[in-house]
C-alpha cells in the first residue's frame, strides 16, 4: 500500500490544475479503447453513440475531460490503423482542442502519451499543419497523468485520475502486461473466450482491489473528492460516503456512461439507442444519477 500512496500522492502533487465555476459545464469519458475496427476493438460497438454523444457536447459547449484508455494501444503496435478506422471521432475531439475545451488524461493501455515526443510524433503524421495558426492549434495537444479541477473563489478541488495508479501491474509494470494482452490474452479472448486477468475489467478481485486502494487514499487525504476511471465499473456515492467516482466505461454493451459536471452539480449519464415504433433509431442520454451539488462531497 506505501507504494501506490506514493504513486498516487505523487500524481497529485503533480497534476495540471484546471479553474472551473458554475458556468462551467464539462463531460468525463474514460476507457474507450479505440482500435482498429477488428474483432479486438470494444469501441467498434458503441462508436455511433459516442460521436452523436461527442455531437451534443460540443453544441452545447462543454469542456471534453478523456480519462485514460482513450486508445488502445496494448492490442495495437501503431496508432495508424487506429486513426484510420476513426477518423470522424479524433476529427471530433480536435473540434473541442481547437476551442481549447480538450483535457486529455493518459492511463494504461494509452501510457506511451506520456511521452510528449510521442504525441507530437503522432499528430505530425496525420495532422499536418498548412500554416502557423494550424500548427499552433493541433499541436498544443497534451496528455496528462492527472488533473485537478480548483472551484474557484473555494479552497475545494476535485483530482481526476485514470485510476491505474492503484493498480501495481498495470502502472509499474504496464509495459509487461502489454506484452502478455498483444501476444497471449488477445489470442486467448478471441479462440477460447478466456479474457484478461490482468484487467480489473475483467476481473472482479482485481476491481475490488483497485477500489480498496483509492478508497484508502481518500481516507488518507482527508475524504479528497476523485473521479477516475480503469475498473470500467461506475461509481457514483451518496453524500457523506467516500467521494470516489468512477466514469464507467464506452464499452459496455450498447452504451456508453460518463459523468457530467454543469452548474456545480454532478451527474452519472448514460447514453444508449432506442428504435422507435416506425423502426427508426434514435440515441438518446439518460441520468441515472444525480444530478447532486458537488459540495456534498467536498
Known amino acids: 500500500m506505501g507504494i501506490v500512496n506514493?504513486?498516487?500522492?505523487?500524481?497529485?502533487?503533480?497534476?495540471?490544475?484546471?479553474?472551473?465555476n458554475k458556468d462551467s459545464k464539462i463531460i468525463f469519458f474514460s476507457d474507450l479503447h479505440k482500435?482498429?475496427?477488428?474483432?479486438?476493438?470494444?469501441?467498434?460497438?458503441?462508436?455511433?453513440?459516442?460521436?452523436?454523444?461527442?455531437?451534443?457536447y460540443f453544441k452545447n459547449d462543454f469542456t471534453y475531460i478523456e480519462v485514460g484508455d482513450g486508445i488502445e494501444l496494448w492490442e495495437n503496435s501503431s496508432f495508424e490503423p487506429i486513426f484510420l478506422a476513426h477518423e470522424n471521432t479524433f476529427n471530433l475531439l480536435k473540434l473541442f482542442n481547437k476551442k481549447g475545451k480538450l483535457h486529455m488524461i493518459w492511463g494504461n493501455h494509452d501510457m506511451e502519451f506520456r511521452n510528449?515526443?510521442?504525441?507530437?510524433?503522432?499528430?505530425?503524421?496525420?495532422?499536418?499543419?498548412?500554416?502557423?495558426?494550424?500548427?499552433?492549434?493541433?499541436?498544443?495537444?497534451?496528455?496528462?497523468?492527472?488533473?485537478?479541477?480548483?472551484?474557484?473563489?473555494?479552497?475545494?478541488?476535485i483530482f481526476v485520475l485514470h485510476g491505474h495508479q492503484a493498480d501495481y501491474m498495470n502502472y509499474i509494470h504496464w509495459k509487461f502486461s502489454r506484452f502478455f494482452v498483444r501476444y497471449f490474452w488477445k489470442y486467448m479472448q478471441k479462440w477460447f473466450g478466456i479474457s484478461d486477468p490482468t484487467s480489473p475489467a475483467k476481473n472482479y478481485t482485481s476491481l475490488i482491489r483497485v477500489e480498496k486502494k483509492i478508497?484508502?487514499?481518500?481516507?488518507?487525504?482527508?475524504?479528497?473528492?476523485?473521479?477516475?476511471?480503469?475498473?470500467?465499473?461506475?461509481?457514483?456515492?451518496?453524500?457523506?460516503?467516500?467521494?470516489?467516482?468512477?466514469?464507467?466505461?464506452?464499452?459496455?454493451?450498447?452504451?456508453?456512461?460518463?459523468?457530467?459536471?454543469?452548474?456545480?452539480?454532478?451527474?452519472?449519464?448514460?447514453?444508449?439507442?432506442?428504435?422507435?415504433?416506425?423502426?427508426?433509431?434514435?440515441?438518446?442520454?439518460?441520468?441515472?444519477?444525480?444530478?447532486?451539488?458537488?459540495?456534498?462531497?467536498?
Not at 6 to 20: E, F, L, Q
Not at 270 to 292: A, H, M, R
Request: aromatic share 10%; hydrophobic share 35%; charged share 30%.
Open 215 to 298: 478508497n484508502k487514499w481518500i481516507v488518507k487525504n482527508k475524504n479528497q473528492m476523485v473521479i477516475c476511471g480503469h475498473t470500467h465499473r461506475p461509481r457514483f456515492p451518496d453524500p457523506g460516503d467516500l467521494p470516489h467516482f468512477n466514469t464507467g466505461s464506452c464499452v459496455h454493451p450498447e452504451s456508453i456512461i460518463g459523468i457530467e459536471i454543469n452548474n456545480l452539480k454532478i451527474s452519472l449519464v448514460k447514453w444508449y439507442q432506442i428504435t422507435n415504433n416506425d423502426k427508426t433509431v434514435k440515441i438518446v442520454k439518460t441520468i441515472l444519477e444525480g444530478p447532486t451539488d458537488l459540495e456534498k462531497f467536498l
Open 116 to 157: 510528449p515526443l510521442k504525441v507530437e510524433k503522432v499528430l505530425r503524421s496525420f495532422f499536418i499543419p498548412k500554416n502557423i495558426v494550424a500548427k499552433d492549434q493541433y499541436f498544443d495537444l497534451e496528455y496528462y497523468e492527472s488533473l485537478l479541477l480548483e472551484i474557484e473563489n473555494t479552497k475545494k478541488n
Open 35 to 56: 482500435g482498429d475496427n477488428s474483432y479486438a476493438d470494444d469501441f467498434t460497438h458503441n462508436y455511433k453513440i459516442y460521436n452523436q454523444a461527442l455531437k451534443e
Open 6 to 20: 506514493k504513486i498516487i500522492d505523487r500524481a497529485y502533487k503533480k497534476a495540471k490544475t484546471v479553474s472551473i
